[in-house]
Every structure is written in C-alpha cells, then in structure tokens.
C-alpha cells in the first residue's frame, strides 16, 4: 500500500503562483511514477503531469505545459506541482497518484490516489 496526502491547494487569483505537494508513505517512493490529475465540477478526471520513477521522463498535458512543473524529492518523500501562471480554467481538484509499472498518462494505470486538494483560480 501507498498513502498519498495532497497539500497546497487554495483560492489563488489569475496569474498567480501555486505549489502543490503530495507526501508519500507506505512502499518505496522511487518505485512508483507519480502523477497528477484534475477534476472539476461536471466533468471527468483528466491527466496533468507525471514523472517517472528515475525523475528522469516527464510528461505534460497541453494545457498546462510551460505554466507547470512536475518534480518529487526522494528524501522528503514527496511529489510537487508548481503551477504558474494560473488561469481560471485550472479551478478544479487536483489529485496526486503512484503507479507501479511506469509512468504513464492513464488513469486507470494509476494504483494508489490521494484525496485531493482543492485549487481555485478565480478574481
């Protein structure tokens, strides 16, 4: 088992700046890609970044890449998402999730998720 502890969420305003972190316990942290995902009101989860186990490969969804920044600490545990750049479209709550067999952008690959946090971009 995995335990994952999203953090970092709140009411930002456009163009501001976020970090998100997610605090793993449980099973080796270096074995496991992680990544994040969003979901906001009325519709379905959707990938936004992840990182491979090495921290070598990441990856990106469209609308965030060059705003966002995936990284993970392997002393602290922890994965981060620094978010830049904010946009009102970002408003959603954002998970963090570790998969086992390589990092990937599908959901349902993902074997352990965290609970979420809530951010939300909004003037």
């Known amino acids: 088992q995995v335990q994952l502890v999203e953090s970092g969420g709140g009411l930002v305003q456009p163009g501001d700046s976020l970090r998100l972190s997610c605090a793993a316990s449980?099973?080796?942290?270096?074995?496991?890609?992680m990544g994040w995902f969003r979901q906001a009101p009325g519709k379905e989860r959707e990938f936004v970044a992840a990182?491979?186990?090495?921290?070598?490969?990441?990856a990106y969804s469209d609308s965030v890449k060059g705003r966002f920044t995936i990284s993970r600490d392997y002393a602290k545990n922890t994965l981060y998402l620094q978010m830049n750049s904010l946009k009102p479209e970002d408003t959603a709550v954002y998970f963090c999730a570790a998969d086992y067999n390589g990092y990937t952008r599908v959901i349902a690959n993902y074997d352990y998720w965290g609970q979420g946090t809530q951010v939300t971009v909004s003037s």
């Open positions: 990182i491979s186990a090495s921290g070598r490969n990441t």
């Open positions: 449980g099973r080796t942290f270096s074995n496991y890609a």
